[in-house]
């Protein structure tokens, strides 16, 4: 078993651009084109085009054609406490530089954001996460709400 932080999203660019942003190796996992994965601090990092999902409340992911994500074991509670922070660094890395918005899903079943670009008061534009009501401007206090709506089986894990 596993848990899975994962970020929806949609590119119609040159793919290669995400490793350049991202300043990672992701390379096609045993020669399929549409899986690609890394290893980062010890977690799983994958990225690919999504097929076969249906939405489910409030997650819509039929409106979306990639993933990214990082997937850790369940007895690696070493690697849980960075595995939200370092999904949280590529949503905005991938905002910042390629101007890509998405949802971030905790394994599948539950939002844990859903951004778009507004514009922010005294900031202009920028990445905003509707889930919260909250701008992403400051990455501690967006981490504490993205912690917020992590399930508690998770939330033991985050060191405080």
Request: proline share 4%; aromatic share 16%; with cysteine.
């Amino acid at each position: 078993m596993s848990y899975k932080i994962g970020y929806f999203f949609n590119y119609p660019q040159d793919l290669a651009q995400i490793n350049e942003c991202l300043g990672c190796s992701l390379a096609p996992y045993l020669g399929d084109t549409e899986d690609w994965f890394d290893r980062f601090l010890s977690m799983e990092f994958s990225f690919g085009k999504i097929e076969g999902f249906e939405n489910e409340g409030e997650l819509d992911f039929e409106n979306f054609r990639y993933e990214i994500n990082f997937r850790t074991a369940v007895g690696a509670a070493g690697a849980r406490p960075i595995q939200l922070p370092a999904i949280a660094t590529v949503v905005y890395a991938l905002y910042r530089w390629l101007g890509i918005t998405g949802i971030l899903v905790f394994d599948l079943g539950i939002l844990i954001a859903r951004y778009e670009e507004r514009d922010i008061e005294d900031w202009g534009k920028g990445l905003y996460d509707v889930v919260s009501d909250s701008p992403f401007v400051g990455f501690s206090a967006h981490l504490r709400l993205l912690e917020q709506r992590m399930p508690d089986s998770w939330r033991m894990y985050i060191d405080r």
